[in-house]
């Protein structure tokens, strides 16, 4: 029984890939200003979370970012995914039936009493749990620098990115934007 409660509980926390959010317990973006115009971005998933959704996330933060200190591009100067792996195994438990039958004679010769018994049974033990799942939780980190005009070379379009992200995961803006 407290196996399915824990499972049911793990499941209820981490059900679902991390949403669009802020760095939460089930992971979100999170990003540092470093210059006026420069700015580290990073989004981490868990374990229902795709590589591609992480990197997805990060740049439409970028964006976002951009956009909330008015600028209308951007680069990435630093780009850095990696994983962060863990393990999880099931706890494992055993039950053992037993069936016993005992048969067995009594006999009386004057005062002593024979007793003559004999047990025959089977038992049958069953183990489960004991399964270990592999986590791979995406991590994905820009550095990234803004500007109001285009710079040469390429460059990111802000409102272009956010506005085709936004669209692709079914993001709505939040009212008060």
């Known amino acids: 029984m407290r196996i399915i409660v824990t499972l049911s509980i793990i499941l209820a926390l981490g059900g679902c890939a991390t949403a669009y959010q802020p760095q939460g317990m089930t992971g979100g973006f999170s990003e540092t200003q ?6 580290t971005v ?3 998933g868990n374990g229902y979370t795709g590589r591609d959704k ?7 933060r970028s964006a976002e970012l951009a956009l909330e200190h008015g600028y209308k591009y951007f680069v990435i100067v630093d780009a850095q995914q990696y994983s962060k792996n863990s393990t999880y195994t099931t706890p494992t438990t055993a039950t053992t039936n037993v069936n016993a039958n005992t048969y067995g004679s009594a006999y009386n ?23 270990t799942y592999n986590i791979s939780k995406p991590r994905t980190s820009n550095t990234i620098v803004c500007f109001n005009e285009k710079p040469e070379g390429f460059a990111y379009n802000a409102q272009f ?6 669209q692709k995961h079914g993001i709505q803006d939040a009212p008060n934007k």
Request: charge should be negative; proline fraction near 0%; aromatic fraction near 14%.
């Open 54 to 60: 992480a990197n997805d996330y990060a740049l439409l």
């Open 109 to 131: 010769y004057g005062n002593n009493t024979t007793y003559n018994a004999n047990t025959y049974g089977t038992a049958t033990t069953t183990v489960s749990g004991g399964q």
């Open 42 to 44: 990073t989004f981490i």
């Open 161 to 166: 990115i956010a506005n085709s992200l936004k």
């Open 34 to 39: 470093l210059d006026t115009n420069v700015f």
